[in-house]
C-alpha cells in the first residue's frame, strides 16, 4: 500500500475525522487534500509531520501503518489434547498445522523416553 492510504485508513478507522477537517486544518482544499490520500500529489516531509500532529501518531507510524503486527487466534480441542484448549496467538493456519506436528511428534518421543525408563527400572 501507499502512504496515501495509509493517512485514510487511519484517518477513517482510528480517528474518524472528516477530509475536510483534515484540509482545513492543514490549510488546503478538500481536493487537494483527497489528492493526497488518493496518491496523486506527493506527499512532503513537512506535510508528513503536519499529518501525524493532527492524527496524534508519530510519522513513523502512518508510514509503517500496514507492517504492523496482525494477529489472529486460532483454538483447537479434539479428543488428542484431553480437553485442554491450545491458543495460538499471531500464527497462519499453516504454522498452527506445523505446531501441531511438531506437538505430537514430542508427546510421542516423550512417551518413547518413558517406556524407555520404565523398562531400565524394572
Known sequence: MKIGDNIR????????????????????TT????NIENNVADITLTRLKELAEIFGVTPE???????????????NN?????GVNIMYQGCTPEQVHNLEKELKSSGEKLEGLKSSIKSKSN
Open 9 to 28: 485508513e487511519i484517518r477513517e478507522k482510528e480517528k474518524k475525522i472528516s477530509k475536510e477537517d483534515v484540509a482545513t486544518v492543514l490549510g488546503i
Open 31 to 34: 481536493k487537494a487534500y483527497s
Open 61 to 75: 507510524y502512518i508510514l509503517n501503518f500496514h507492517e504492523k503486527a496482525t494477529y489472529t487466534n486460532h483454538f
Open 78 to 82: 479434539y479428543e488428542g489434547n484431553q
